[in-house]
């Protein structure tokens, strides 16, 4: 069995969208044949996501998600794997929306997708990385029915 939840701790409410990330998680999780699988998506605001980036990453600036892999930690052991926390920006992921020219949802979901990629093993540091990483996300968001959008 699955175990993962979404937070919210901004003042912004998301329901709909939390509902509509919701289904594509469990989509995901179905079509990439995910079982025993635990993580958390957590919505923050840019001033928590800034602190989360200079304190753990060293990096001193606003981002949109950071993702946590838990699974990087071979002393942990359980019965199902612990993937561990995707934090995304809300304010960068409405800034990046429309930027791009597509819905807030679509950045969700796209910011969403690619944390929890992150969290599975998958990075885009090399260019045929990033190439198998972002055409997996491009497959599982079009799959679902959130594609791009203008």
Same mark, same amino acid.
């Given at each position: 069995?699955?175990? %993962?939840?979404?937070?919210?701790e901004?003042n912004?409410?998301?329901?709909k969208?939390? @509902?509509?990330?919701?289904?594509?998680?469990d989509?995901?999780?179905?079509?990439?044949?995910?079982?025993?699988?635990?993580?958390? &998506?957590?919505f923050?605001d840019?001033?928590?996501?800034?602190? !989360?980036?200079?304190? %753990?990453?060293? &990096? =001193?600036? &606003?981002? @949109? &998600?950071?993702?946590?892999?838990?699974e990087?930690?071979?002393?942990?052991?359980? =019965?199902?794997?612990?993937l561990? @926390?995707?934090? !995304?920006?809300?304010e960068?992921?409405?800034?990046?929306?429309?930027? %791009?020219?597509h819905?807030f949802?679509?950045e969700?979901?796209?910011l969403?997708?690619?944390?929890?990629?992150?969290?599975?093993g %998958? @990075?885009?540091?090399?260019e045929?990385?990033?190439?198998?990483?972002?055409?997996?996300?491009?497959?599982?968001?079009?799959?679902?029915?959130?594609?791009?959008?203008?």
């Open positions: 069995m699955n175990i %993962y939840q979404i937070f919210n901004t912004q409410n998301l329901e969208e939390m @509902d509509k990330l919701y289904e594509l998680l989509f995901t999780l179905k079509r990439e044949k995910l079982e025993n699988v635990e993580f958390n &998506v957590i923050v840019s001033n928590t996501i800034h602190e !989360i980036n200079k304190t %753990y990453r060293n &990096v =001193d600036r &606003v981002t @949109d &998600v950071i993702s946590f892999a838990l990087d930690n071979k002393t942990i052991e359980l =019965d199902h794997r612990l561990g @926390d995707i934090y !995304i920006c809300i960068k992921a409405e800034e990046q929306a429309k930027e %791009y020219g819905s949802l679509r969700l979901a796209f969403t997708i690619h944390g929890l990629l992150h969290l599975l %998958y @990075d885009h540091m090399k045929e990385d990033e190439k198998i990483m972002f055409q997996k996300q491009e497959e599982i968001l079009n799959d679902f029915g959130i594609r791009r959008e203008g």
